[in-house]
């Protein structure tokens, strides 16, 4: 019984450079965060409205997620209760959070939106990419200090050996006082054409390029 | 592989174990009280607080055995390390200073009081960082390993017993403790209140006059193992069976009108559990007491062919505690199966959801072999996690 598992395709925001499957597929350097990820969405013509209703993290996993499901487009090869979303990072929607802060720490001034407060949970992301290409498999946001390759290699093998989930779409994204990050790929039996198999070592190889 | 639950606790306003918190259950004593203005509030507001002095002489109480610990504990920790310390000295056996037990943290806002200007500057920025929380909480019991944090919005409870489950098949690791933990917050309140999503009146889960939630802070800890030794009571022992979690693909605030996404997590559930609907005891449902959650329940419970099955929400007890919940809850499912006790849903009169289905109202006396304990929140996500009692005589 083979139970390897494959990197079949993966997207990388960071920089004012966005990677996807090793090729470089947009490069703006001269942006800041927000404005870099709004170029990324009007450069590749995504037609989605709610996109400018994000906030900033949820705008940053729409795009990478957008281009790494155009690159591989999981949900046609598999049923939708059979992707997972499983998704890191260090800052949680602490973003966010800090704006709602500002709208209720002044009395004078007191101003809380359903709008803001809305997202002001990491898992928002997961909810976005799933409404988007609906996917109704498991989900999960866990917080490290740091990408951990090793945590989410061995716990996504062993949710795809146990037949819980077919696919992962998988990684990190991580938005706080105008650094941004973001690497999604994907996880499945099948090689894919990048051929990449799913271990921490390949994971950090591609992380860190 | 079989997962035991090893110890448990509850830190709510009705008590500070899971004992003391299943006497006030058993009594229909509700935590949730109206609190006038306060620094949560410019309104009054029904809430589920738990007495700041009361948290303080209690931990101060636990910290004279603890003399390392010099660093300043913020509310939530403190929470936490009372709960943990509790579970310690229920089951002794339990060895959290090893290599092989991991501490998984669920909470969906964790410090976040200490974005108030009156609390930053006592605490380091960081501190504010959940996975920073985690690692002061896991330092203090002297863990060795990195914990993990799930924050998933209001399954994170339920989602992290799954998990630990996960992990302890993989056999990394021998115990597993899940702790739930989140407070209240000018910040939590004020955001709901935004969303006009609280009641005036203790929350009325499932009922026909229901109008809102109630919210609330707490903490739970559930201590799981892959080893039986390592539980307490061998002639008892509470497994768990099975577990998922599934996203409505619908909106990231609004329930599902079709209930599909709770439906699918149950089913995963309960086929991983190897249950059929008709054996199932009781459902610990999520009741939030706003119209569509509950809504939304009844046709995922109806769905699952479950509508007979006894069903009972908390939050009227102990307001929704939000990365807390699911802990918390699962525990008092644990007791009733232990005490075959089933609790009653305070502040139910009359039912008033989209589709038939069998809520408690009054505490009574029932054979409780399992429990499927459910949940959803925002971001349109589902878990539940089946629990089975097994008698070995």
Known sequence: MENKNYISSYCAAKNGEVIVDHTI??????????????????????NYPKFYKMDHLCKLAFVTSELLLKSNPVTQKYSSEDIAIIISNSTSSLEIDTEHQNTISDKGN??????????????ILIGEIAI?????????????????????????????????????????????????????????????????EHTSEQIKKLYNN | MNVFVASDNIISPLGFTSSENFEQLIKMHTGVTRIEKSELSEEAVCAAIIDTKKLNAEFQKQNHTNKASEIEYTRLEKMAIISINDCLKQNPKINIASKKTLLVLSTTKGNIDLLDASLASRFDKKRVYLWETAKIIAGYFKNPNQPIVVSNACISGVLAIIIGKRLLED???????????DIMTHFVVSGFQSFKAISNEVAKPYDSKRDGISLGEGCGTIVLTNNPELTLNIEQQIFVKGGASSNDANHISGPSRTGDGLLLAIEKTLKEANVKAEEVNYISGHGTATLYNDDMESIAISDAQLAAVPMNSLKSYFGHTLGAAGLIESIVGIHSMRKNTLIGTYNFNELGVAKPINIIKDTTSAVVNNCLKTSAGFGGCNAAVFFQKVQNN
Not at chain 1, 114 to 123: G, K
Request: glycine share 4%; net charge neutral.
């Open chain 1, 132 to 196: 988007r290409n609906s996917i109704k498999g498991e989900n999960t946001f866990f917080i490290f200090d740091k990408f951990d390759p090793v945590f989410m290699s061995s716990y996504i093998n062993s949710l795809l050996k146990s037949g819980k989930a077919k696919c992962c779409i998988t990684g990190w994204v991580d938005f706080y006082e105008n650094k941004y990050e973001s690497f999604l790929y994907t996880v499945e039996k099948e090689q894919g054409t990048l051929k990449i």
């Open chain 2, 171 to 181: 056999n990394t690791y021998d115990t597993v403790i899940v702790s739930g933990v």
């Open chain 1, 25 to 46: 597929s947009y490069s703006e350097k001269t942006l800041l965060s927000v404005d870099f990820i709004k170029s990324v969405y009007k450069h590749f013509q995504f």
């Open chain 1, 110 to 123: 007191y101003f809380p939106s359903p709008a803001i407060f809305v997202y002001t949970l990491s898992n």
